[in-house]
């Protein structure tokens, strides 16, 4: 029953892990992982880690998978295109992680360390309190830390997203395509003002060639 | 009927390997994003299912601390991304290139 | 019982007071009208200040401790996953002045950047906490936690100049491989984990010692080790994981060019040595190979890519990863099963004097940012004698230093690296460092060349404003002085030495 279950989910967490890198189009690399991150978390509970598998579910497919999913539609990201690069990358990337995975496989499968039993289905060893009780104890100060670490991140995410309303003179000298400049003026603005602007910026080009 | 520890850990590192595969392979950044995330969750795999052979907390406790630098990041990053989409109009990672690399 | 003692609070404090002054920054920069932005710097000045002076309390203790009789030990806090040994001391001092220097270098250069954000204070401030973290922490959870907090607030300052593309595209691969690389870091950590059932650190330390056992397959620990260190040599930009360095250092402001190359390198050295020196203390004779290697290529692949830059902010960042191969000979000097306490030494004196001769250099890269000019172009040194006479003999200094010319402070950096490969028998390596070395100086000469040699290409005046001279003289007068007078840094750095408890450090001392 254990086994089968394991089996079970460990394959639908690895196709989701195939499909996210074998699907071309964002959303449905994100889709993929959330289906990693849900079986994920049954082997949690396998494993008789309760409380992690619910945190899994609602801070990591739940929160987290939210944030990219919610970015990718808004920045409206297309199906990937092939490049040059990424078939290069393609070409050094299978082997080498066949390379990889064989020796961390080869490695771990062999790791039979003198350990203890293992659990029974339902049997759980992490109750909320004992976890809350430890966070509060042994590890308060990376907890303490944390809490600075989430305060940045809030941060600078307002930082650098904000919205500027007026982009500063370009300074960079060395810019070789002034079009990208004209273009990226345009382009800080909202979207669908950011489209009209890009056209009366491309139609501006067009009239200096003409001039020129 | 039991699982050995040793089936997580080899499920930990194809999944490990999976995202760094991704992550070289893709171009789309947020793509390359999210390998990472499936690079952290291995390591959470990893993580929990030594917690449970070794019967110590403390393993489930690193967990939440990377789900917590997952999120970090995840939050600046994809500031970081909208900054970099609103100067470019680009998310192809091919084309992010004013410095040569 | 463990919990929350005045003993913690006194080792905390200066972690606490850096955080609650940034968070008055934040606070008082609501307050602010555009002009007065430079508040913001002296409230962040005054938080470096205090938490210096709950250093000194925390050094005081091991003063008492020694008047006492009592052999050096470290204290520790928090249920142990904090350690703050003399070790850590030095890095906390070391933090705080690179931040302070940076911060003095800062203000006029983000008004002429446009962004001067109380933001900007704030963010330095909590990286210094996550620094020290790193440099005091003995649970891997703290260490890992306190490197992702220095992290992700650099890549922020990064892209602080959000208008610029540069800074944003610098940001974004600063953030995917550093990210990368702490996800490589945390999955080594996981196996460390899985080998010793801990993530203390003393307790790693006693079972990798069990598992180096002869008779033991070594397997499952070399991963490990593998996999930790990939991690680490990310974050210290070594040669296989350099490519985000050029890239982060040239789009960031200049400013936190030199803090990433100082501070962050310098944390990033006291995470890499606590981890090497304390937990994988036993496992030495595996890692020296993997440092060799990585250090010959690191030497290379800097020192050869930095002879071809045109652009003075990448130029630096090549000779920073030079200067991360040289660093890593004081860790491979030694014997298979311990490090030479010479070269060990050698590093601390190292990251000290770097840390003034290189945000020295970034301070003169920084205040040839004017308006309408970005300055970091190696033209844009051109006849820079001329203009600011002062300002390019310091650079001079630094330069001359970065070269390892003797009677500067970077003399003694690489004195005791190569003394103490020498004293342990590693005559090629050491013959091969001093070749680098000599090919380093064309091109730090290259750069003294624009400076005194060419004329101007452009009119507009460099005016320094007063915290940037504060900053340089500072910097300069650090470089000039631990090179004529070294014995009170070595004194310094003899005494923060004396860590203990680890029976592989505990050695160190004889």
Same mark, same amino acid.
């Given at each position: ?9 460990a ?5 989701g892990?195939?499909?996210l890198v ?7 690399s994100?889709l993929s992982?959330i289906v990693?991150?849900g ?9 008789g ?7 899994q579910l609602?801070?990591?497919?739940g929160a987290?998978?939210v944030l990219?999913?919610f970015?990718?539609?808004?920045l409206n990201a297309g199906?990937?295109?092939r490049?040059?690069?990424s078939r290069v ?6 082997p080498g992680?066949?390379?990889v995975?064989?020796?961390?496989m080869?490695t771990?499968?062999g790791?039979?360390?003198?350990g203890q039993?293992?659990?029974a289905i339902?049997a759980?060893?992490g109750p909320?309190v004992?976890?809350?009780r430890?966070?509060?104890?042994e590890f ?16 600078g995410?307002?930082l650098?997203?904000r919205?500027?309303?007026a982009p500063a003179?370009?300074?960079?000298a060395i810019?070789?395509?002034?079009a990208?400049?004209l273009?990226?003026l345009?382009g800080t603005h909202?979207?669908?003002?950011g ?7 491309e139609?501006?080009?067009?009239e ?5 | ?19 760094v ?5 893709k171009?789309?950044?947020?793509t390359v ?16 299912s030594?917690?449970?052979h ?5 393993g489930?406790i690193f ?10 990041e995840a939050a600046?990053?994809l500031?970081?991304?909208i900054?970099?989409f609103r ?6 990672i091919?084309r992010?290139?004013?410095?040569k690399? | 019982?463990?919990?929350?003692h005045?003993?913690?609070?006194l080792?905390a404090?200066p972690?606490?007071l850096l955080?609650?002054f940034?968070?008055g920054v934040l606070?008082?920069d ?13 409230a962040?000045?005054a938080?470096?200040a ?6 000194h309390?925390i050094?005081r ?6 008047a006492?009789?009592?052999p ?9 996953t904090l350690m703050?040994?003399?070790f850590?001391v030095?890095?906390?001092?070391l ?19 446009d ?6 204070y704030?963010?330095?401030?909590f ?14 959870i703290l260490l890992?936690i306190g490197?992702e907090?220095?992290?992700v607030?650099?890549y922020?300052l990064v892209?602080f ?6 800074s944003?595209e610098?940001?974004?691969?600063y ?6 690389s ?5 999955y080594?950590?996981s196996?460390?984990?899985g080998?010793?059932?801990s ?10 010692g ?12 070399a ?8 991690g680490?040599f ?5 040669v ?6 050029p890239?982060?250092?040239e ?5 936190i ?12 050295? !006291?995470l $890499?040595?606590?981890? @090497? =020196?304390?937990?994988?203390g036993?496992?030495? &004779? #595996? ?5 060799v ?8 692949g800097?020192n050869?890519?930095a002879?071809?830059q ?5 130029l ?7 200067h ?6 004081g ?21 000290l004097v770097?840390t003034?001769?290189?945000?020295g250099?970034f301070g ?9 000019i970005?300055g ?6 051109n006849g820079?004698f001329f203009k600011a006479p002062?300002e !390019?003999v $310091?650079m001079l200094? @630094? =330069?001359?230093?970065l070269?390892?010319?003797? &009677? #500067?402070?970077?003399?003694y950096g690489?004195?005791?690296?190569f003394l ?8 090629a390596?050491a013959?091969?460092?001093v070749?680098?070395?000599?090919v380093s100086a064309?091109?730090?000469l290259?750069?003294a060349n624009a400076?005194f040699?060419r004329?101007?290409?452009d ?6 404003s007063p915290g940037?001279?504060?900053g340089?003289?500072?910097t ?6 631990i090179?004529?007078y070294?014995e009170?840094?070595?004194r310094?750095?003899?005494w923060?030495?004396?860590v203990?408890?680890n029976?592989t ?5 004889r």
């Amino acid at each position: 029953m254990h086994l089968g279950l394991f089996i079970a989910f460990a394959v639908i967490c690895v196709a989701g892990a195939i499909s996210l890198v074998a699907q071309r189009h964002p959303i449905n690399s994100a889709l993929s992982l959330i289906v990693v991150m849900g079986s994920l978390a049954v082997l949690y509970l396998l494993l008789g880690a309760e409380f992690v598998a619910a945190i899994q579910l609602i801070v990591y497919a739940g929160a987290i998978m939210v944030l990219f999913v919610f970015v990718i539609m808004l920045l409206n990201a297309g199906a990937e295109e092939r490049t040059r690069g990424s078939r290069v990358a393609m070409a050094l990337g299978v082997p080498g992680l066949i390379v990889v995975a064989g020796v961390l496989m080869y490695t771990l499968a062999g790791h039979t360390a003198a350990g203890q039993d293992q659990l029974a289905i339902g049997a759980t060893y992490g109750p909320p309190v004992a976890i809350g009780r430890s966070l509060f104890r042994e590890f308060l100060l990376p907890f303490e830390v944390t809490s600075i670490l989430i305060l940045i991140a809030i941060m600078g995410a307002v930082l650098l997203a904000r919205y500027h309303a007026a982009p500063a003179p370009e300074t960079r000298a060395i810019d070789p395509d002034e079009a990208g400049d004209l273009l990226q003026l345009a382009g800080t603005h909202g979207s669908a003002a950011g489209a009209r602007e890009r056209r009366r910026a491309e139609h501006r080009m067009r009239e200096r060639e003409v001039t020129r | 009927m039991t699982v050995p520890l040793s089936y997580y850990l080899v499920l930990s590192a194809i999944l490990f390997s999976l995202g760094v595969l991704a992550f070289v392979v893709k171009r789309n950044i947020i793509t390359v994003f999210m390998s990472i995330e499936l690079m952290l969750n291995a390591v959470n795999l990893s993580f929990v299912s030594f917690a449970a052979h070794w019967h110590r907390l403390s393993g489930q406790i690193f967990v939440f601390f990377v789900m917590v630098v997952a999120a970090a990041e995840a939050a600046v990053g994809l500031a970081i991304i909208i900054a970099v989409f609103r100067t470019r109009e680009t998310l192809n990672i091919d084309r992010v290139n004013l410095l040569k690399l | 019982m463990p919990g929350f003692h005045r003993g913690d609070y006194l080792l905390a404090l200066p972690m606490m007071l850096l955080t609650l002054f940034a968070l008055g920054v934040l606070l008082i920069d609501l307050l602010l009208d555009r002009s007065s932005k430079v508040i913001n710097a002296w409230a962040a000045f005054a938080g470096l200040a205090f938490s210096a002076a709950a250093v000194h309390n925390i050094q005081r203790a091991f003063a008492d401790q020694a008047a006492r009789g009592e052999p050096s030990s470290p204290f520790f806090a928090f249920s142990g996953t904090l350690m703050v040994d003399r070790f850590a001391v030095f890095f906390f001092y070391l933090f705080l002045a690179a931040a302070a220097i940076t911060i003095l270098m800062s203000v006029r250069y983000l008004e002429v950047e446009d962004e001067h954000h109380g933001e900007y204070y704030a963010l330095i401030l909590f990286s210094v906490v996550g620094m020290m973290c790193m440099a005091a922490g003995n649970d891997l959870i703290l260490l890992f936690i306190g490197l992702e907090l220095m992290a992700v607030s650099t890549y922020i300052l990064v892209g602080f100049l959000r208008r610029d593309r540069r800074s944003n595209e610098a940001a974004l691969k600063y953030l995917l491989l550093g990210a990368f690389s702490s996800g490589i870091f945390a999955y080594g950590l996981s196996l460390l984990y899985g080998l010793a059932g801990s993530t203390n650190l003393q307790q790693i330390s006693m079972a990798l010692g069990n598992a180096m056992a002869p008779g033991k397959a070594r397997v499952v620990p070399a991963v490990a080790l593998v996999t930790t260190a990939a991690g680490l040599f990310f974050k210290i930009a070594a040669v296989p994981f350099h490519q985000w360095a050029p890239d982060a250092y040239e789009g960031a402001p200049t400013s936190i060019t030199g803090f990433m190359s100082v501070a962050g390198k310098a944390s990033a050295w !006291a995470l $890499l040595l606590r981890i @090497f =020196l304390f937990a994988l203390g036993p496992m030495r &004779p #595996l890692y020296v190979p993997i440092l060799v290697f990585v250090a010959i290529a690191t030497m290379t692949g800097g020192n050869l890519a930095a002879l071809t830059q045109s652009n003075v902010k990448r130029l630096f960042a090549y000779s920073s990863i030079a200067h991360v191969g040289y660093i890593m000979l004081g860790l491979i000097a030694g014997t298979a099963f311990l490090p030479n306490p010479d070269g060990i030494r050698g590093i601390l004196v190292y990251l000290l004097v770097y840390t003034f001769m290189n945000l020295g250099v970034f301070g003169v890269i920084a205040s040839l940012r004017r308006r309408d000019i970005i300055g970091d172009e190696l033209d844009d040194l051109n006849g820079l004698f001329f203009k600011a006479p002062t300002e !390019a003999v $310091l650079m001079l200094t @630094f =330069l001359l230093s970065l070269a390892g010319i003797p &009677p #500067l402070a970077g003399f003694y950096g690489k004195y005791f690296i190569f003394l103490a490969l020498i004293e342990s028998g590693h005559y090629a390596l050491a013959t091969l460092a001093v070749i680098y070395v000599a090919v380093s100086a064309y091109y730090y000469l290259r750069v003294a060349n624009a400076m005194f040699m060419r004329t101007a290409g452009d009119r507009v005046p460099v005016t320094i404003s007063p915290g940037m001279w504060a900053g340089l003289a500072i910097t300069g007068a650090a470089t000039v002085v631990i090179g004529i007078y070294p014995e009170p840094f070595l004194r310094m750095v003899n005494w923060s030495m004396h860590v203990a408890q680890n029976p592989t450090v505990a050695q160190l001392l004889r």
